[in-house]
């Protein structure tokens, strides 16, 4: 199973932007669709992006024209460019692999340690 370590949240203003990284131990061309998941305190874990070993993407409703998912090959690695933060982006977010068959919406519930990122107003 690939294993996957998030990076690069932190704290910023609203308006600012974050790129988050997923690093992944084996190939990501291997790997059906990576996605990016956040959970706000008191919230429950929520769908942001996905990106498919195609390269094809899917976004929330609420981040289009915000954020854009990404990746090198070469590392391995998806990214999350965050733009145009908001306080409501405040979360833990984290990256996930979904098999062919695993719901996007509901997926396995094996996470990650996740980045913290908080949007200050």
């Known amino acids: 199973q690939v294993q996957l370590v998030e990076s690069g949240g932190g704290l910023v203003q609203a308006g600012e932007s974050l790129r988050l990284s997923c690093a992944a131990s084996?190939?990501?061309?291997?790997?059906?669709?990576l996605g990016w998941y956040r959970q706000g305190r008191g919230s429950q874990r929520e769908f942001v992006a996905y990106i498919t070993s195609g390269g094809s993407t899917n976004y929330a409703d609420f981040v289009k024209g915000r954020f854009t998912i990404s990746r090198d090959t070469a590392k391995n690695t998806v990214f999350l460019q965050m733009n145009n933060l908001k306080p409501e982006d405040t979360a833990v977010y984290y990256c996930?692999?979904?098999?062919?068959?695993?719901?996007?919406?509901?997926?396995?519930?094996?996470w990650g340690q996740g980045t913290q990122v908080t949007v200050s107003s």
């Open positions: 996930k692999a979904l098999g062919r068959s695993d719901s996007v919406y509901n997926p396995p519930d094996n």
């Open positions: 084996e190939s990501i061309l291997r790997v059906t669709r």
